[in-house]
C-alpha cells in the first residue's frame, strides 16, 4: 500500500507556490511528499528519491524553464520513466512557464498552470487521483455579472476537458459527422450512442479538430477547405460541468450577450424565444455525456428521458430542424423524446460495435499482441463491442503480458445472460472479479447496489473515512488508491470537479457486480440502515427539498423496497412527503413516478392504504406527465380492488377484518355507504377521462359518486381535501364542455359551497403558511375560465382577484401555473395582448422544468393565440407543430381540437384554404367523438370559412348554420361572428 498519493519535485525557486498546492491539497485529505530538487548532491538526493517513490503513486514534476528543470538530469528521468513503463508511477508535469518544451513522453500527463491557483490544484488533484484527463484547456469564465460596455458573443465557446485520443483511427461515424455538418438542408440533432469506452467523445474531438477556426485548434491541424467554417461553436461537457442551470445560463449569455442568474426553467423559455426571433445560423452546438443528466432507471418508459425539463425541451426544438442549427450529441443512452423527429431533425449513430479494422487497432493500443489468425479469433470469441474489448485489453495486458491467444484461457462466465454480446462481457467481468483484491470489490458492490453516480463525499462517509480507525471500514487514502486502481481497469468512471467529483458505473458492469452479491436482500438491508444514518446527518425530520438528499431518500426506498422489511419503503415515502411534496411542492413528476412503480412491484397492490396509496400516486404522476391512458387504467384496476375489499366487510360481523382496510373501514364509519377513499379515486378516474375528451363517461361517473348513499363527509374533515378534491368541479367541467351552460354553472356554485365546507388545514399539513385555503382554490381557475368564455369577463376576473398567486407558486407551483393561465385566457380575450406574454412565461417555464405536459400544452396554446393575433405567422406554424404533437403523444383530445382549430385560423391567413378544410373536418371528427361542443362549434365554422374562400357558397352556408346552431346553445358569446359570416355568404348566393 502506497504511504503518500504524491511526491513533488520542484525547484527552491518554486517553494512557496509548491506548499501553497500542498496545503490545498493536504485539507482535501490528500498525503503529499515534498523533495525540492538538490543539484549538488545527486548522488544522495537520487537515493532519497528512490525510497520514496517507492511508497507513492505518482510524481509530480514543476517544470520550469527549460534550462533550469530537474527533467534535464538524466539520472532522475530514467529512474521516472522506468517506473512509469512499469507502471508503478503515475508521471504528473505541471507547466509554470509558457517558454517550457514539453518532455516528448506518451505516459505522462500535462497541466498547464495560467495564474489561477485553484484550477491548477484541481487539475493536480484529478491527474493523481485519475478521475479525468489532466490536460485542461483553460478559458474565459462567463459570470453571473454582466461585463461593461457592449457585448459581442463569441465565436466559440468551450467548457470542459477535452484530450484527443493519441494514435486515432479514423471510423466510419466519423464521415457521418462530416457529412451531417456540411450537408446544408439538415439542421437539428445527430447523436452518437453508445457504451461507454466507445469512442464517442473521441470521435467528436477528432471532428471539432477538422473544423476552421474551430476551439480545439492547439492540438491538431485542421482540414481546410474540406469542412464549411461555422459561425459559432459552443462545446460543453456534462462529465466536468453537470449542472443544468450553468449550461442553460451560460448557452442563453453566448447567444444573447446577457448575462442572467434566473433558474433554468424561466432562462430556457426566452432562449427559446431568441433562437426563434434572431437565427444564429451556422451554430454548432456540440454536449459531450449527456447520460450524466439522462434517467438510467430500469424502468422500460424512463429509460433515456432527460432528467431536466428545460434541457428537454431547448433540445426537442431544436430537434424540430427548422432552426439554423446543428447539435451533436454524445451519449451511453438513446433520446427517447427525440422518436418523433427521426430522419427529419434527429439522427442516430450506433457506435457500440467497431468495424473490424477499428476493433484490431483498439486491441493493438491496449498492447495485445498476436497474429492476425489469433485477434480474428479473439474477435469472434467476444465480439467487438469496445466496452467489451477495453476489459478484455485489460485483463490480457495485466494477467497475460498482452498474448491475444491467451483470450481463450479465460474461463466461460455465468449463465444468467442469455444475449451474446452480454455473455461475452460478463465472461471478461467474471475473471476480473477473481483478480481483484477484497477492499476493491467492496466498493464495486457498494456502488452496483447505490445505482445512481454516486459523489466521493457520500462514499467517505459511507466508508466511515471520516471516523476514528476504531470504526471506519476504509480511509481516505485507501478509498482514493482503489477509486482509481478501478478507474485504470476501466470498471468505473469519474466526473465533476473538487468538492464535485463523482464516481459512476456503466450499466453493464453495475448489473454484473450487483448480481454477484450473496444475499441481495441482506446487503438491501444493510444498505438501507447506512443510507439512513447518513440521512439523518444531512437533514432534519421536515420534508426534503434539496435534490442530494431526495436522491438519498430515493435510494433508501428502493433498498427498503427490496429488503427483508419492505413495508419500511411505505414509511420512507411518506415521511419524504408523497405526492404532496414531490409533486405539489416541488413538481418532481419523474421522481415520483420511480419510487411509485418501485413501490407497487415491490409492495404489491395490498399497500394501497388510506395513508400512502402508491398505486393511485404513481396513477396522478403519470397523468402529470403526459400519460393519461395508462393512468385511467391503473386507476381503473385500482377501484375495482377497492370493491373486492370493501366486500369483505359485514356489518352484522363485530369481528369483521376491517381495520387496516381504508375501504371497508370506511363504509363501516360511513354505515356502509361509499367511502371517501373511494371517492378520491373515482375523482382521479375522472381527471383522466377529462384529458382525454371522454367528457359524458366522466359527468356520469361523478353523477355516481354524488349520489346520496356515497359519503363525502367522514369525520367532519374529509382526506380527499388533500388533493384539492371536488366532484361537483369536475362535473361542472364536463358539463361545460358538453355545451350543457345551466348544468355547468350550477355545478360551479356548488363547487363553491362544497368547498367552503371544510377547513384550510392542507397549509397545515404541508407546514406551509396557516392561513392559506389552498383546498378552496383548485376548482375556482375552470370556472373563471368558464365564465370568461361566455363573455362574463369581469366575473371572471373576480373569481381570481383574491388568489395569492405569489404563495401558491412557493408551495404548489401547479396551481399557480393554472391560475396564471386562466389570467392569460382572460386577458387576451379582453384584447389587453401585451400582458398576456408576461403572465404565461413562468407558467410555461415551470411546465418545461416540470415535466407537466397539460400546463405545457396549454400554455403553448395561449401563445400561439398570440403570436397569431400578432400576425407572427412563422412563430405560430412552428408552435401549433409542438401543440399538436404533444396533445396526439399524450391523448389530450380537447386540446388537440383546440389546437387544430388555430391551426385552421392560420391556413386561412395564408390562403391555404384547401388545408384549412383538412384540418376542421379532423377537428370536428375529434370534438364531434368527445362530445366536446365548443369544438364543435368553432370546427364549423372554420369549415365554413374555408369552403367559402374555395367558392363553395351551399357547403359554407350550411356548416354555418350548424356552427350558428351550436354556438347558440351553448351561448358561446362569438355567435355574433357566425351571423356575420352567414349574412356575407347571404349576399354572395343574392350575386
Known amino acids: 500500500m502506497y504511504d503518500s498519493d504524491a511526491c513533488f519535485i520542484y525547484l ?27 543539484t549538488t548532491k545527486p548522488a544522495t538526493f537520487l537515493d532519497h528519491l528512490a525510497y520514496v517513490l ?36 503515475r508521471l504528473i508535469f505541471v507547466v509554470s512557464s509558457p517558454n517550457v518544451e514539453w518532455p516528448l513522453i506518451s505516459n505522462g500527463h500535462f497541466i498547464e498552470y495560467q495564474g489561477n491557483q485553484d484550477r491548477l490544484v484541481q487539475a493536480i488533484e484529478a491527474a493523481i487521483l485519475g478521475y479525468s484527463p489532466a490536460q485542461v484547456i483553460y478559458r474565459p469564465v462567463i459570470t453571473d455579472e454582466p461585463a461593461e460596455g457592449s457585448f459581442e458573443p463569441p465565436s466559440n465557446s468551450l467548457s470542459g476537458i477535452f484530450l484527443p485520443t493519441s494514435n486515432f483511427e479514423p471510423r466510419p461515424e466519423l464521415d457521418d459527422l462530416r457529412d451531417f455538418w456540411g450537408d446544408k438542408t439538415r439542421h437539428g440533432v445527430l447523436a452518437l450512442v453508445g457504451m461507454g469506452g466507445s469512442g464517442k467523445t473521441a470521435l467528436l474531438i477528432r471532428f471539432l479538430q477538422e473544423l476552421p477556426d474551430n476551439p480545439l485548434t492547439d492540438f491538431a491541424a485542421t482540414r481546410e477547405g474540406d469542412l464549411p467554417p461555422p459561425q459559432g461553436i459552443f462545446v460543453w461537457s456534462f462529465y466536468d460541468q453537470p449542472n ?42 456540440a454536449l459531450d455525456g449527456l447520460e450524466i443528466v439522462q434517467e438510467s432507471s430500469d424502468l422500460r418508459d424512463d429509460f433515456g428521458l432527460l432528467r431536466d425539463s428545460s434541457l428537454r425541451h431547448l433540445v426537442r426544438r431544436i430537434a424540430q430542424g427548422d432552426l439554423p442549427i446543428k447539435m451533436i450529441i454524445t451519449s451511453r443512452y438513446p433520446l427517447p423524446e427525440l422518436q418523433p423527429f427521426v430522419s427529419n431533425g434527429y439522427w442516430e449513430i450506433n457506435t457500440n460495435e467497431l468495424d473490424h479494422g477499428s476493433a484490431r487497432q483498439l486491441l493493438h493500443h491496449r498492447g495485445i499482441t498476436g497474429t492476425d489468425d489469433e485477434l480474428d479469433r479473439l474477435l469472434d470469441a ?29 474461463p466461460d462466465g455465468p449463465d444468467f445472460v442469455a444475449e451474446k454480446q452480454a455473455a461475452q462481457l460478463v465472461r471478461v467481468l467474471a475473471y476480473i472479479q477473481t483478480k481483484l483484491p477484497q477492499e476493491e470489490l467492496t466498493i464495486l458492490q457498494v456502488l452496483s447496489v447505490l445505482r445512481g453516480p454516486v459523489s466521493y463525499e457520500v462514499l467517505a462517509q459511507y466508508f466511515g473515512a471520516n471516523q476514528n480507525e476504531s470504526t471506519r471500514v476504509i480511509d481516505h487514502r485507501t478509498l482514493r488508491i482503489c477509486l482509481t486502481r478501478l478507474h485504470e481497469r476501466g470498471l468505473i468512471s469519474f ?154 366487510y359485514d356489518p352484522d360481523d363485530p369481528h369483521s377484518d376491517w381495520w387496516g382496510n381504508p375501504f371497508a373501514a370506511g363504509r363501516r364509519m360511513g354505515g356502509g355507504r361509499f367511502g371517501m377513499y373511494e371517492g378520491i379515486l373515482w375523482q382521479t378516474l375522472a381527471d383522466t377521462l377529462l384529458v382525454q375528451g371522454w367528457l359524458e363517461e366522466a359527468r356520469d361517473l361523478m353523477n355516481e359518486a354524488l349520489a346520496p348513499d356515497h359519503n363525502w363527509q367522514i369525520g367532519g374533515n374529509p382526506i380527499e381535501r388533500h388533493s384539492g378534491s371536488n366532484p361537483y368541479a369536475r362535473r361542472g367541467l364536463a358539463h361545460f364542455w358538453l355545451g350543457n351552460i345551466p348544468e355547468a354553472l350550477e355545478d360551479f356554485n356548488a363547487a363553491d359551497t362544497f368547498a367552503k365546507n371544510y377547513t384550510p388545514s392542507v397549509a397545515r399539513d404541508l407546514r406551509l403558511w396557516p392561513d392559506i385555503p389552498l383546498d378552496q382554490w383548485h376548482h375556482l381557475s375552470f370556472h373563471a375560465v368558464a365564465l370568461a368564455r361566455l363573455g362574463y369577463l369581469q366575473a371572471a376576473q373576480k373569481r381570481l382577484r383574491d388568489i395569492e398567486v405569489s404563495y401558491l407558486w412557493q408551495y404548489r407551483p401547479f396551481l399557480a401555473a393554472l391560475y396564471e393561465l386562466a389570467i392569460a385566457e382572460i386577458a387576451l380575450l379582453k384584447g389587453q395582448a401585451a400582458e398576456v406574454g408576461h403572465l404565461i412565461e413562468k407558467a410555461l417555464g415551470w ?7 397539460y400546463v405545457y400544452a396549454k400554455a403553448l396554446l395561449i ?105 347558440f346553445a351553448i351561448r358561446d358569446p362569438r355567435v355574433s361572428h357566425t351571423q356575420i359570416l352567414i349574412q356575407k355568404i347571404g349576399q354572395q348566393t343574392k350575386h
Not at 414531490?582 to 413501490?599: K, N
Open 847 to 853: 411546465a418545461m422544468q416540470s415535466g407537466h405536459q
Open 382 to 410: 467476444y465480439g467487438r463491442h469496445p466496452l467489451t474489448l477495453q476489459l478484455l485489453g485489460q485483463v490480457l495486458y495485466e494477467f497475460f503480458n498482452g498474448r491475444a491467444a491467451a483470450g481463450e484461457l479465460l
Open 12 to 38: 527552491p525557486s518554486l517553494i512557496p507556490i509548491v506548499e501553497q498546492i500542498t496545503d490545498q491539497l493536504v485539507s482535501a485529505h490528500l498525503k503529499i511528499d515534498r523533495i525540492e530538487w538538490d
Open 244 to 285: 443544468i442551470e450553468y449550461f442553460i445560463r451560460v448557452l442563453y449569455t453566448f447567444l444573447t450577450g446577457d448575462s442572467t442568474t434566473d433558474i433554468a426553467r424561466d432562462v430556457v423559455y426566452r432562449l427559446i424565444h431568441h433562437m426563434e426571433a434572431k437565427p444564429p445560423n451556422a451554430l454548432l452546438i
Open 495 to 648: 466526473y465533476g470537479t473538487q468538492g464535485e467529483i463523482v464516481c459512476t458505473l456503466h450499466p453493464a458492469i453495475r448489473d454484473y457486480f450487483y448480481r454477484g452479491l450473496s444475499d441481495e436482500k441482506t446487503v438491501h438491508a444493510e444498505r438501507h440502515t447506512q443510507l439512513l444514518t447518513l440521512l439523518e446527518r444531512s437533514t432534519k425530520m421536515e420534508r426534503p427539498t434539496v435534490s442530494s438528499v431526495l436522491d438519498i431518500y430515493e435510494d433508501m426506498i428502493y433498498h427498503a423496497a427490496h429488503s427483508h422489511d419492505p413495508s419500511q419503503a411505505l414509511y420512507l415515502y411518506e415521511r419524504l412527503g408523497g405526492y404532496q411534496n414531490l409533486a405539489w411542492r416541488l413538481g418532481d413528476y419523474q421522481r415520483g413516478r420511480r419510487i411509485t412503480e418501485t413501490l407497487v412491484q415491490a409492495l404489491g397492490v395490498d399497500f394501497a392504504n388510506v395513508r400512502t396509496s402508491p398505486i393511485h400516486e404513481n396513477s396522478l404522476y403519470l397523468l402529470d406527465l403526459g400519460q393519461p391512458y395508462l393512468a385511467e387504467q391503473r386507476t381503473r384496476a385500482l377501484i375495482a380492488h377497492c370493491e373486492q375489499l370493501a366486500a369483505t
Open 54 to 89: 517507492n511508497h507513492t503513486s505518482a510524481a509530480v514534476i514543476f517544470l520550469e524553464q527549460a534550462a533550469s528543470s530537474p527533467w534535464i538530469d538524466t539520472s532522475l528521468r530514467d529512474e521516472l520513466l522506468g517506473r512509469a513503463t512499469a507502471k508503478t508511477l
Open 863 to 967: 401563445q400561439a393565440r398570440l403570436l397569431l393575433d400578432k400576425a407572427q405567422l412563422e412563430q405560430t406554424h412552428a408552435l401549433l407543430e409542438e401543440i399538436l404533437a404533444t396533445c396526439r403523444t399524450a391523448h389530450f383530445r380537447l386540446l388537440e381540437v383546440d389546437g387544430l382549430v388555430l391551426a385552421v385560423h392560420l391556413a386561412l391567413q395564408t390562403e391555404c384554404y384547401e388545408q384549412a378544410e383538412l384540418m376542421a373536418n379532423e377537428a370536428l371528427e375529434i370534438s364531434t367523438r368527445c362530445g366536446y361542443r365548443w369544438g364543435m362549434g368553432d370546427a364549423t365554422y372554420g369549415l365554413a370559412k374555408s369552403v367559402y374562400l374555395q367558392g363553395q357558397i351551399n357547403r359554407a352556408l350550411e356548416y354555418a348554420r350548424q356552427s350558428l346552431d351550436l354556438r
